[in-house]
């Protein structure tokens, strides 16, 4: 009983040993998802990782608060190998072992992440520490919100599909309020007919054919239809330039193209949530102009096409008269002669 109580006590005497043997971390902490690492006086150990001191060149530490809950992160640069310990609670073990890095290693830099301010000096630089080893001091605490940080982290495309669904909101409204404007205006009781309502002219900066007049004009934005969901609108622009409606044709002046449609050329005009589509009988697709205004684009048209097929109607009609009355005029004619004919191909009889 004797010889085992010593033999466990001399068990017990060599683990003691041992123990104390062992070196002791400076700095002992988790970071990330229970990463354990140590910082030894010669070597940083990072869930079993060893990384030697001597080979530490630069030293990046970020603090930040979020949601009221305060973390540290860590970039350390060992020559070609960059360790990043994210997601450190402890911010004061984080900031202790910034300070044993700097005084342990002098080739050693100590950065400043972008965006953050530098703070007040560190413990580092009040126990004398020569402040040309280090570039700048530790950076406070970023305030940094959760809506700041989630569309700093949100995707490009989910902000594009954000964008796209905002404008196709207001672009449904504004179709909305303009359908409301042009059912007051055919609900006014003693109005005259919009189509009647006489169109002012208007000044244009191009040269027009002898007696044609332009009625309208507005800076439009030539597009190819959409066939994609969710397509950005720079693929949809072709061209950027100058819708003018006369009362004989419709005129775009372009950077790019120039299109020159008349009115008796013209099929089908059809109005869409910010523009207007037109398409010819010598056209393969149609052609769409966004603008600001395309309900009022759409009634002047409609007021102008009103007009054109009244004038040529009225154009026919003056044709068909003519062409009666010269036939009237020339059948006369016809009959006076046939009978002087007649009369001087009879045989004289004495």
């Known amino acids: ?22 070196p002791v971390p400076i700095v ?118 959760p809506t700041a940080l989630m569309r700093a982290l949100a995707p490009t495309g989910w902000q594009a599909a954000r964008r796209e669904l905002l404008q196709r909101r207001r672009a449904r409204l504004q179709e909305e309020r303009e359908r409301r404007q042009e059912a007051t205006l055919s609900r006014e009781s003693g109005r005259r007919s919009p189509l009647k309502d006489p169109l002012p002219p208007v000044q244009v900066p191009v040269r027009l054919a ?19 969901p969710f397509a950005p609108p720079e693929e949809a622009v072709r061209d950027h330039g100058l819708l003018i409606l006369t009362d004989r044709r419709l005129l775009y002046l372009g950077r790019r193209c120039q299109i020159l449609l008349g009115y008796d050329h013209l099929l089908q005009v059809s109005r869409q949530r910010n523009g207007v589509a037109f398409l010819a009988d010598h056209w393969r697709r149609r052609e769409l102009f966004t603008m600001r205004r395309p309900l009022e684009c759409v009634l002047c048209l409609e007021k ?9 109607q009225l154009s026919t009609l003056m044709s068909v008269e003519l062409e009666e009355q010269d036939e009237e005029a020339t059948s006369p004619n016809q009959e006076a002669r046939q009978p002087e004919r007649h009369a001087g191909s009879e045989p004289v009889t004495r």
Request: aromatic fraction near 8%; glycine fraction near 8%.
């Open 1 to 22: 009983m004797e010889r085992r109580s010593e033999r466990g006590r001399n068990q017990v005497d060599v683990s003691e040993g041992e123990e104390q043997a062992a």
């Open 304 to 312: 102008l096409l009103w007009r054109f097929q009244q004038e040529r």
């Open 210 to 228: 002898y007696g044609e007049r332009a009625y309208y004009c507005c800076q439009a934005t030539l597009c190819n239809e959409q066939l994609r």
């Open 28 to 145: 002992e902490g988790t970071c990330g998802w229970g990463r354990l690492f140590q910082l030894y006086p010669d070597h940083l150990r990072v869930h079993g990782v060893v990384y030697e001191l001597r080979h530490l060149t630069q030293i990046r530490p970020v603090y930040r608060t979020l949601l009221g809950l305060p973390s540290a992160r860590l970039e350390l640069t060992f020559g070609q190998q960059r360790v990043i310990l994210r997601g450190i609670a402890a911010v004061e073990d984080a900031r202790k072992m910034v300070d044993y890095l700097l005084h342990t290693c002098p080739q050693a830099r100590l950065l400043v992440a972008p965006g953050h301010e530098s703070g007040p000096p560190t413990e580092s630089a009040s126990a004398g520490v020569d402040p040309a080893a280090t570039e700048t001091t530790v950076p406070l605490v970023a305030r940094e919100t």
